[in-house]
């Protein structure tokens, strides 16, 4: 198969490993930068062009678009499924990913474990919402962050209103969020292919910090996981129209639940921490799925 990677940089980890497998796999692998694809948008013969070239003959692309190009990045991903170009990842579900608040209430209609969370327009609910998800502490997440960046553990009460109100002021959009002290600065990344978890690593922040994301600090080990866990997560991947996917799920009192659902999983965190080999999975998977035109949405919604 001819293959395309949308990724900003060939040399990150990620890209390259995807590469790597690929062409031991057989196929012919294509990294095109995401930002340097344009494309002529008309109803006779749409097209994808890079270089200076119109692009022919791509039975399959791989998106890994980075939270700060989604708007662009989506819109490419969107032309080359209207060409008919088997995405391993729809455009739309990405799109739905990178909405926190969307995620939470789309995996909250499928009955998915998940913190309890709160979202509201007016400082006057202020009390009444950190009521609600059961007081303080509690976690306060603006709706587009990544990396742990805009996540914030507010201890009491008053620390909560004031920064709930200072947000809100800043006009920046946030949730309100359970504390799942229990927990204990430790979530459980499950890397989804597919219908099958095909890798998963436990993530523990570190010393004094509650956020497990590896860019602060965190470090990662393989975990095994009980069905439970496993099932969440096949589920909240299916939920967001996914099919490779990282969820990031908490170990709760009340089992588990789901924080997030990532589009662009990281590869590295997750192969360095099991050994697993998860770059081969994914493109396993497209070899069993592979269709011209076998796209569930086409790019509409
Ligand atoms: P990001 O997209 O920035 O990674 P997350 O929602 O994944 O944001 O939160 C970052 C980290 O903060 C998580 O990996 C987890 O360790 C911690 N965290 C987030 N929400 C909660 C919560 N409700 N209770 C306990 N810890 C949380
Ligand atoms: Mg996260």
């Known amino acids: 198969m001819k293959i395309a990677i949308l990724s900003r940089n060939p040399r990150l980890y990620s890209t390259r490993r995807l590469v790597e497998a690929g062409e031991a796999r057989g196929h012919e692998m294509v990294v095109l930068d995401t930002l340097h694809c344009y494309m002529n948008i008309n109803s006779r013969e749409p097209s994808m062009h890079y270089q200076g070239n119109a692009l022919h003959g791509f039975d399959a692309v791989i998106p890994?678009?980075?939270?700060?190009?989604?708007?662009?990045?989506?819109?490419?991903?969107?032309?080359?499924?209207?060409?008919?170009?088997?995405?391993l990842n729809e455009s739309v579900a990405i799109s739905?990913?990178?909405?926190?608040?969307?995620?939470?209430?789309?995996?909250?209609?499928?009955?998915?474990?998940?913190?309890?969370?709160g979202f509201a327009h007016s400082p006057d609910d202020i009390p009444d919402l950190i009521?609600?998800?059961?007081?303080?502490?509690?976690?306060?997440?603006?709706?587009?962050?990544?990396?742990?960046?805009?996540?914030?553990?507010?201890?009491?009460?008053?620390a909560a209103e004031s920064v709930i109100e200072a947000f809100m002021g800043l006009k920046a959009n946030i949730m309100v969020q359970e504390f799942i002290k229990e927990a204990g600065g430790a979530d459980i990344r499950c890397f989804v292919v597919g219908d099958r978890v095909v890798a998963a690593m436990k993530r523990q922040a570190a010393e004094g910090e509650f956020r497990s994301n590896l860019h602060r600090g965190g470090t990662a080990k393989l975990v095994k996981i009980s069905p439970e866990e496993r099932s969440t997560a096949v589920r909240?991947?299916?939920?967001?129209?996914?099919?490779?996917?990282?969820?990031?799920?908490?170990?709760?009192?009340?089992?588990?639940?789901?924080?997030?659902?990532?589009?662009?999983?990281?590869?590295?965190?997750?192969?360095?921490?099991?050994?697993?080999?998860?770059?081969?999975?994914?493109?396993?998977?497209?070899?069993?799925?592979?269709?011209?035109?076998?796209?569930?949405?086409?790019?509409?919604?």
């Open 64 to 87: 890994r678009i980075g939270a700060s190009i989604t708007f662009y990045g989506t819109a490419v991903l969107r032309q080359f499924e209207m060409l008919g170009v088997y995405p």
């Open 96 to 117: 739905r990913s990178r909405d926190k608040l969307r995620s939470m209430q789309l995996l909250s209609r499928k009955g998915i474990g998940m913190p309890i969370t």
């Open 131 to 158: 009521q609600m998800v059961g007081g303080a502490p509690l976690v306060i997440k603006l709706l587009e962050g990544t990396q742990g960046i805009g996540v914030v553990l507010a201890e009491t009460r008053k």
């Open 236 to 301: 909240a991947a299916r939920t967001m129209g996914l099919n490779v996917a990282g969820v990031d799920i908490l170990r709760s009192n009340h089992g588990p639940v789901v924080m997030e659902v990532n589009s662009s999983p990281g590869i590295q965190g997750i192969e360095e921490a099991t050994g697993i080999d998860v770059a081969s999975k994914i493109m396993m998977f497209i070899e069993k799925t592979a269709r011209t035109h076998n796209t569930r949405t086409r790019g509409q919604g």
